[in-house]
């Protein structure tokens, strides 16, 4: 068994062997210049300038966005609300937009929504539901009919006929009362006693021969004439207090003829008018019902015509009006609230809510303070975004609505009830202290798309468990599109078509070419495009700004480049600080010479929307230890996680390779030298690897080259991100010094396809003053960084003493018999 297993891996590392050879072979790792940047020749162009060409429609380069919006807009289900998610400036919202009034335009206009008094209950204002357009109509009909009515009612209480019969009715009750006195009086006095009317009131008084008694002729009557006086005065007060108490069933019995007589007054005056109203909406039964109601109040309200109550809050409520359909305070009562009105033929509604605040989302009610005093009525319930958007569609900034107190909340409570009630935070809370109006709910039916960055959609489908019910449609944006020849066309007219938008001048067709590299740039992939809205319209607005200072009518390639130049040098203070001072020596890095255990690493510093290459010393020492790779960084908790992985990985690899058949038996130390912040990315651990190596091989490294690229466990150089900023930031240093025609960068193989590298850079390849290596594993790398063979293992394993692989195996066997022979040493004294 142990011989057959032994066979097997003699015969799998020969196959690897093999296979490495092939590999290193066919691989060259030196670039050519046309590898470095994908250019775009302007006459695969068949337009002169971008003027010629047709404007764009259609959505580029957002396919899975266009399926998610037409399956968004189409379903009708509820819970199918869309998120559009990715980065900012993308022109999310534009794009959404566009078709959300595509596809408004092709469907019914909704309903108008109005909020009238409810005179049975009026804390609880009606809510009424009228075809497209009616709402207006409604309000202007009821102000006109109000109007009406104020004329038409005291005109109807001053006609002969009324004041007729109203004195009649008044003459009727006077006349009783006065009969009724007059019967009293006329028996009183035949009783002796006189009823005399005074202005404190009714006066009583004995009589003598149809003459009042004076006092002091009462006082001289016998007592017998007292009594009788007194018995007969008693008489007369009970028959007076009868007449008294008759006296209000009297005149209530008036006040009911004199009310009759109103009703029927009234009813000739406004029911005509109101019948007018009436029968032009009898086909909306609640409107016709808010009528019916509106004209039993005014009847019994009807002195509130003749007299109108004057107050300076009452006059104060009436000035709430808008200007020429102020009127009267009480005359509030009737009007009509229109809390959203369209137009007819217009489709549905697409709203955009910049400011989403709860009450803007699901409306309020305002007050009117006087005096220390706040009042309010239906006719200050004011609609929400929801109302404008109901029936149609609504537009909202994720992070604005997250941001504002309670929005998130109240917009979730309104979709899952499907109907928008209006309530106050302090309401909703159970804070408010004071009473208020509690409108009637209005039913929903919405469309809502919330606009945001990838973060915020991921944030919320993780935490909120309501999300994933309201937001199922993900309009998920692609920064990146591919690039070929016919992506090329097409995004040169997404380029004419924006200057034509924004009102720039055309672009010539080798404008447009070096606006489809810079694209290509700006997503770090020569085979993709970037769709980043944002990012190009601003150099378009910016070239044109460079030609316009020029005196060109037309955007050329050397508008676009100064646009691009002007942009990296209002952002690049930092970086050039940070090359002057490696000019200077006060950064130390060596772009000449060997040396032994250090490397040039390359790392990418983002400062907001600007990033560029920055290189960094790394260095390593060995010596005997227990088999650790001490990351410094890490020690010094100034390392990201994914470093940690990056270094710990290279144990796994020494290990590996090296020390299969003994102890890994180093210390071995890694270190960003003049590195005084975080530290984060896998980026530098193939070099990191090759300095290690080359201390542990004793093999000198050229100074002159700088590498990134992760590694893997088994030596595999993996693709890093930032490749053109990183090889321009080492090229800026050696540019400066000056090229020595052997500076270069070793790159990963698999970033080949990333590099748009700068002009200059490609020149200076061309002229051989400058090198870019790919390589696709440490053995490729180690051998352009030393200049030694990596070595291959023979059929027992062993690498070729000569060479780096040979003499990292030798030394690391050497260290592991000093640390077996440190042991056996120290077990004697042990044992002793």
């Known amino acids: 068994m142990t011989k057959k297993r032994e066979t097997l891996e003699a015969g799998a590392r020969v196959s690897q062997n093999s296979g490495r050879k092939e590999s290193r072979m066919a691989h060259t790792g030196h670039l050519a210049p046309e590898q470095l940047c994908h250019s775009c020749d302007g006459k695969q162009f068949s337009f002169e300038t971008t003027d010629e060409l047709e404007i764009l429609r259609e959505v580029v380069g957002q396919p899975r966005v266009v399926e998610a919006v037409r399956f968004g807009i189409g379903i009708r289900q509820p819970g199918y609300n869309l998120f559009a998610l990715g980065p900012e400036g993308m022109g999310k919202q534009t794009i959404v937009r566009r078709f959300l009034e595509q596809k408004a335009a092709t469907e019914p206009t909704p309903s108008d929504w109005c909020y009238v008094n409810n005179f049975d209950d009026p804390q609880k204002p009606r809510v009424l539901r009228l075809p497209t357009g009616r709402g207006a109509e409604l309000r202007e009909d009821v102000d006109r009919l109000i109007e009406e009515l104020r004329a038409a009612i005291p005109a109807a209480f001053e006609t002969e006929e009324y004041r007729a019969r109203r004195q009649v009715i008044e003459q009727e009750v006077k006349e009783k009362q006065q009969n009724a006195f007059e019967q009293l009086r006329g028996e009183a006095e035949k009783r002796g006693i006189a009823v005399a009317h005074t202005p404190t009131g009714l006066l009583l008084a004995p009589l003598r021969k149809n003459e009042v008694m004076t006092p002091e002729e009462f ?14 005065m008693d008489w007369v ?11 209000p069933v009297w005149e209530k019995s008036g006040r009911d003829k004199l009310k009759e007589l109103n ?14 109203v009436h029968k032009k909406y009898e086909p909306q039964p609640q409107v ?20 109108p109550p004057e107050s300076p809050l009452a006059a104060l409520m009436g000035a709430a009006q808008p200007e020429g359909k102020r009127a009267a305070p009480f005359l509030r009562r009737y009007q009509v609230n229109l809390i959203v009105g369209h137009e007819a033929n217009h489709g549905s509604p697409v709203i955009y809510e910049d400011d989403p605040s709860f009450p803007n989302l699901v409306g309020k009610v305002e007050y009117i303070a006087h005096l220390g005093a706040i009042s309010t009525d239906f006719n200050l319930i004011r609609g929400g975004a929801l109302h404008r958007a109901n029936g149609g569609y609504l537009i909202l900034d994720a992070r604005k609505v997250l941001t504002q107190p309670y929005a998130w909340e109240g917009l979730k409570r309104c979709l899952r009830a499907r109907e928008i009630q209006i309530k106050s935070l302090g309401q909703m809370l159970g804070l408010a202290s004071t009473m208020s109006l509690e409108p009637e709910s209005i039913p929903l039916e919405v469309k809502v798309v919330l606009i945001g960055e990838r973060l915020l959609y991921y944030l919320l489908s993780q935490y909120d468990p309501d999300f994933n019910e309201f937001f199922k449609v993900a309009v998920d944006f692609d920064d990146r599109m591919d690039r070929s020849a016919e992506s090329n066309a097409l995004y040169a007219r997404l380029v004419g078509t924006f200057a034509r938008e924004e009102k720039l001048a055309p672009l010539h067709r080798e404008a447009v070419a070096r606006v489809i590299e810079h694209s290509s740039r700006l997503v770090g992939d020569a085979e993709k495009l970037s769709t980043h809205r944002m990012d190009i319209i601003d150099l378009l607005r910016e070239a044109d700004y460079w030609a316009r200072q020029a005196g060109r009518p037309v955007i050329d390639a050397a508008d676009v480049q100064q646009a691009i130049d002007s942009q990296i040098h209002r952002s690049d203070r930092v970086r050039e600080r940070i090359q002057e001072e490696i000019r200077r020596g006060t950064i130390l ?40 790779v001490i990351d410094i960084e890490r020690e010094v908790e100034l390392s990201g996680p994914i470093h940690s992985k990056g270094v710990l990985i290279l144990s796994g690899f020494l290990g590996a390779r090296y020390a ?45 080259l700088a590498v990134t690229g992760s590694v893997n466990q088994h030596g595999q150089v993996q693709a890093i991100g930032g490749v053109n900023e990183k090889i321009e930031g080492f090229f800026d240093v050696c540019s400066a010094r000056g090229l020595s025609g052997d500076q270069g960068v070793l790159i990963p193989a698999s970033n080949v396809k990333h590099l748009m590298l700068r002009r200059d850079v490609v020149e200076a390849v061309r002229d051989g003053k400058f090198h870019i290596y790919s390589v696709e594993t440490i053995d490729q790398g180690i051998e352009i960084l030393t200049g030694i063979p990596a070595g291959d293992p023979d059929a027992a394993g062993k690498f070729p003493p000569d060479s780096i692989n040979g003499r990292v195996e030798a030394r690391l066997i050497e260290l592991a018999e000093k640390r077996l022979e440190a042991a056996r040493k120290a077990q004697p004294e042990n044992q002793a």
């Open 219 to 232: 006082q001289q009557l016998p007592e017998e004439d007292h009594k009788r006086i007194e018995s007969e």
């Open 237 to 247: 007060k009970e028959r007076l207090r009868a007449i008294m108490r008759e006296m």
């Open 263 to 276: 009703r029927e007054v009234t009813m000739f005056a406004v029911g005509h008018l109101i019948e007018a």
């Open 288 to 307: 016709a019902g808010f009528l019916e109601e509106m004209q039993q109040d005014i009847i019994e309200n009807v002195d509130e015509f003749l007299s």
């Open 589 to 628: 890095i060596d772009t000449a010479g060997e040396k032994i255990g250090q490397v040039n690493g390359l790392s990418v510093l983002g400062l907001g929307q600007f990033s560029f290459g920055q290189p960094s010393r790394i260095t390593a020492r060995v010596r005997l230890g227990k088999g650790e």
């Open 660 to 704: 299969a058949d003994h102890p890994l038996s180093l210390s071995a130390s890694l270190v960003f030298e003049q590195s005084y912040g975080q530290v984060e990315g896998d980026s530098a651990s193939s070099a990191e690897l090759y300095a290690l190596l080359s201390a542990l091989a004793g093999a000198p490294i050229r100074q002159s």
